[in-house]
């Protein structure tokens, strides 16, 4: 069985910084680009990172670009996002999300193949 558990998720005031978890399992990880999205009440949901594998190549959304940093641990099958600077419009539901490619990644949800249930990220001013 697929899965993505997001953790890491938590209440924080502007300017603080959080990590995110996505522990991974029942796919072979290392096959599979796993990307970041959130989704704020009342709007899309947004793509947010991702980074591929081999390569290790990665992308950011223009918003959290020298912000957010996003890893990926293969020995343990999960993938970080680093969040530091985080800002009030930063607050969302933030899921991990996985796609079979071998090549770079794209942050475009229709992309992406399974899904984890999300964290919550409130960012208070």
């Known amino acids: 069985e697929v899965q993505l558990v997001e953790s890491g998720g938590g209440s924080v005031r502007a300017g603080g910084s959080l990590r995110l978890s996505c522990a991974a399992s029942?796919?072979?990880?290392?096959?599979?680009?796993i990307g970041w999205f959130r989704q704020a009440p009342g709007k899309e949901r947004e793509g947010v990172s991702c980074?591929?594998?081999?390569?290790?190549?990665?992308m950011y959304t223009n918003s959290v670009k020298g912000r957010f940093t996003i890893s990926r641990d293969n020995a343990k099958n999960t993938v970080y996002l680093q969040m530091n600077s985080l800002k009030p419009e930063d607050t969302a539901v933030y899921y991990c999300?996985?796609?079979?490619?071998?090549?770079?990644?794209?942050?475009?949800?229709?992309?992406?193949?399974?899904w984890g249930q999300g964290t919550q990220v409130t960012v208070s001013s």
């Open positions: 999300a996985a796609v079979r490619l071998s090549e770079s990644c794209v942050i475009v949800a229709s992309e992406y193949d399974y």
């Open positions: 029942g796919f072979t990880f290392g096959d599979y680009a």
């Open positions: 980074i591929s594998n081999p390569d290790g190549s990665t």
